[in-house]
């Protein structure tokens, strides 16, 4: 895996002393991973992550981990806030309507494996964007595969089974808050993030299927 530096401006000093116990994921959602690179590296955009990779399996390293890159924006995970101060972002160049490139993944499954050393995440701490903001982002969407970081021992664990015999809104919300999902969001908001993350083929309404993976994964 080859990492280059680009240091980005847009960062800062990590608030109240916190550090690192996310990983956010994301998508870039742009032309190419150079035109990803040129914004996350502009002033004007006051948005930024710690690092890009490119479909190539390249790895652009933007802002040191122990600074407070700008990429999560408002939301909330496992009852916490200011996710930029408790996290470590990682974009990805995919427009989030194609698979995500084998280069690209293996990569990522190298710089994760680092980061959690490092810091001792563990690997629920792995997330997506659309995890801790289920109402505004999407990323990094159906495509990407998350059963892959799970088997590696990337990301928590989802459960299998069976679900219960009805399914509310009510007890689904305590089933994935207690797997992390605190944001503030209504009932359709809450199920497309979690539907996105471990069913993103699933539609139509709640169902006791969709308590089956937040079992475990917490």
């Not at 009510?170 to 969001?185: K, L």
Request: with cysteine.
């Amino acid at each position: 895996m080859h990492i280059r530096s680009c240091p980005s401006p847009n960062c800062g000093p990590r608030r109240d002393g916190l550090v690192p116990e996310l990983v956010v994921i994301h998508y870039t959602a742009m032309k190419d991973a150079q035109a990803a690179l040129a914004r996350l590296c502009d002033p004007a955009f006051e948005v930024s992550a710690h690092y890009l990779i490119a479909e190539d399996g390249t790895v652009t390293h933007l802002v040191p981990e122990d600074l407070r890159a700008w990429h999560a924006g408002t939301g909330h995970w496992a009852g916490r806030g200011d996710v930029n101060s408790r996290s470590i972002g990682i974009e990805l160049d995919n427009d989030g309507q194609r698979p995500f490139a084998e280069a690209q993944m293996c990569s990522l499954e190298i710089l994760l494996r680092a980061i959690l050393d490092r810091w001792s995440i563990p690997p629920r701490g792995v997330i997506g964007h659309s995890d801790m903001a289920p109402d505004r982002k999407f990323d990094p969407g159906p495509q990407f595969d998350w059963p892959r970081l799970e088997a590696a021992g990337l990301a928590a664990p989802r459960g299998t089974g069976a679900g219960p015999r009805t399914a509310d809104p009510e007890t689904f919300r305590a089933a994935a808050r207690a797997a992390g999902y605190s944001a503030d969001v209504t009932d359709a908001a809450l199920l497309a993030a979690v539907r996105l993350r471990y069913r993103p083929q699933a539609t139509g309404p709640l169902t006791p299927q969709d308590y089956v993976p937040l079992h475990l994964a917490r």
